[in-house]
């Protein structure tokens, strides 16, 4: 039960983290949208938006690094963790030039010669790009730090940073209301600041907490292990560059064929999203140490297990907050908004759909980083995911509407699935018939009579807070029991029993 009590604890505080930075965050994007206009927001978003990805980027990168972290931890190799982590701080040093050089030639060039953008502002769209690139940098050699915090699981510290970074952030939002000079590069300037700040504290705390970091480089130098710690960052940053480049690939298409206020619908739609999506990552957040723990002391029946449950809660928690956000996305971004770019409606319904698709497999994709054998895999899904590129334009090019290329996307996720599915039982040796009656089956139709019940009473309610409110309710009851009688296997439901019975327990006590 300690290890199922310390995912706990950590889940639960990183979802007081998360509650706290994402309504900060919802309104932060209001101010900026008021503050920038639709024309300046979506400049931001189609040559900047990378930042906005830039924490999806990281954690990425820090899985393949924690990987190798948390395996040697459970293994009580504190020497391995050592040498991991300083030959780690060189691979991601030279991964972070690399990103420097590409970004700024392929950014120049697109913005010179590819992307619609009023001359006046081009100037700025260059500054842009620049904080990206001074942004992309810094993150990609904290890497190895965020890593190491993570494989100790200490997720107090992660959620104290990260309400920090929210209200820098929200700071930012409401400076712009009072300055006279170019707003869009004040706000490119102080969000790459912020994100140093964030990256510096990181550090500093580290070395202060973890005796991991306290290493001679030149000394711990290991060519062997470089290559190996290379080849797995690399594959990671590829399948990490692919889903980058899926999503700002649609933008740059949105921009060939339509104005920037589009892409301003699109930038809105995958904030929405990324709200939505934090929750489920706070818990594979929470678990993911353990998985790669199960793997490194040879218990690979149990990290079998925990992958699966991920799988499950993941998509659980994701659409337990989705689904009366999908039907009431109007209300909503009204709400937010006041002023809601044409489409956004639609990207965000279309991106809802989209995630909820990969929140079914995260579980997949940490058991494959906890084996190590991640080539094949994300050279496949990476693939399959970069298609959305063509096929988005030539169905743009034949007149579909914006958001048609989001819903490509979906397809293709759905391939990607049913491949990640089958490289799974490869692995594994767990039958692919199994997966999909265990955990898609039951995630669907567990899902399936509350999207009814929703639907149809959302035809008889009046728009508006009241009617929400009404909607949040019979959403949330009627899934949680949706999840608990059909979703749930017996083991679950006592799994879940052991958890309340350990938590009354500690309430008891303290009383």
């Given at each position: 039960m300690q290890a199922i009590n310390r995912v706990i604890f950590n889940t639960g505080i990183t979802y007081v983290k998360t509650v706290v930075t994402s309504l900060i965050a919802l309104y932060s994007t209001r101010?900026?949208?008021?503050?920038?206009?639709?024309?300046?927001?979506?400049?931001?978003?189609?040559v900047g938006g990378m930042i906005a990805m830039l924490a999806f980027l990281n954690a990425a990168m820090?899985?393949?690094?924690?990987?190798?972290?948390?395996y040697n931890l459970g293994t009580a190799n504190i020497e391995s963790v050592k040498k991991i982590f300083a030959n780690s701080v060189?691979?991601?040093?030279?991964?972070?030039?690399?990103l420097v050089i590409v970004i700024e030639l392929v950014g120049i060039y697109l913005i010179n010669n590819q992307l619609k953008i009023n001359p006046a502002r081009i100037d700025v769209a260059l500054y842009i790009l620049h904080f990206v690139v001074a942004s992309t940098f810094i993150t990609v050699i904290s890497v190895p730090y965020d890593a190491l915090i993570n494989a100790h699981e200490n997720m107090t510290f992660l959620a104290v940073v990260g309400v920090v970074e929210s209200v820098l952030k929200l700071l930012i939002a409401?400076?712009?209301?009072?300055?006279?000079?170019?707003?869009?590069?004040v706000y490119g300037f102080f969000t790459m600041l912020c994100t140093i700040i964030i990256r510096v504290i990181?550090?500093?705390y580290s070395k202060r907490k973890y005796k991991e970091c306290h290493v001679n480089l030149i000394k711990e130098y290991d060519i062997d292990q470089i290559k190996e710690l290379n080849s797995f960052a690399g594959w990671s940053l590829f399948g990490t560059l692919c889903s980058l480049a899926r999503n700002q690939g649609v933008a740059v298409i949105l921009n060939l064929f339509f104005a920037t206020v589009v892409n301003a619908?699109?930038?809105?739609?995958?904030q929405v999203n990324s709200q939505l999506m934090f929750f489920s990552q706070t818990m594979m957040s929470a678990m993911r140490p353990q998985i790669m723990k199960s793997e490194g002391s040879n218990d690979r029946d149990r990290m079998i297990r925990l992958s699966l449950t991920a799988n499950q809660f993941s998509f659980y928690l994701f659409t337990f907050f989705a689904l009366p956000f999908f039907f009431e996305m109007p209300f909503i971004l009204k709400l937010w908004l006041k002023n809601v770019p044409e489409y956004t409606v639609e990207f965000c319904r279309s991106i809802i759909l989209l995630t909820m698709m990969n929140q079914i497999n995260m579980g997949l994709m940490t058991a494959v980083q906890a084996i190590g054998k991640i080539k094949v895999y994300q050279m496949v899904a990476g693939g399959i995911q970069l298609l959305t590129i063509p096929i988005g334009?030539?169905?743009?090019?034949?007149?579909?509407?914006?958001?048609?290329?989001?819903?490509?996307?979906?397809?293709?996720?759905?391939?990607s699935t049913v491949f990640r599915i089958f490289y799974f039982q490869y692995l594994t040796g767990y039958r692919a018939v199994e997966y999909f009656k265990k955990v898609i089956l039951n995630s669907f139709l567990s899902l399936l009579p509350s999207v009814l019940l929703v639907y149809f009473v959302r035809i008889w309610l009046v728009d508006g807070f009241v009617g929400f409110i009404v909607l949040g309710i019979i959403s949330s009851i009627s899934y949680l029991l949706s999840i608990y009688y059909i979703g749930l296997t017996y083991n679950d439901k006592q799994m879940l029993m052991q958890i309340f019975s350990s938590l009354k327990n500690k309430f008891v006590t303290k009383m």
């Open positions: 101010l900026i949208l008021n503050a920038l206009g639709a024309e300046d927001f979506g400049i931001y978003n189609v820090s899985t393949s690094t924690q990987r190798y972290i948390s060189i691979v991601h040093f030279v991964i972070g030039i690399l409401f400076s712009l209301f009072f300055l006279t000079v170019d707003k869009l590069f990181k550090r500093i619908a699109y930038g809105i739609a995958n334009f030539v169905f743009l090019k034949l007149g579909y509407q914006p958001y048609s290329i989001v819903l490509v996307s979906f397809v293709l996720e759905t391939i």
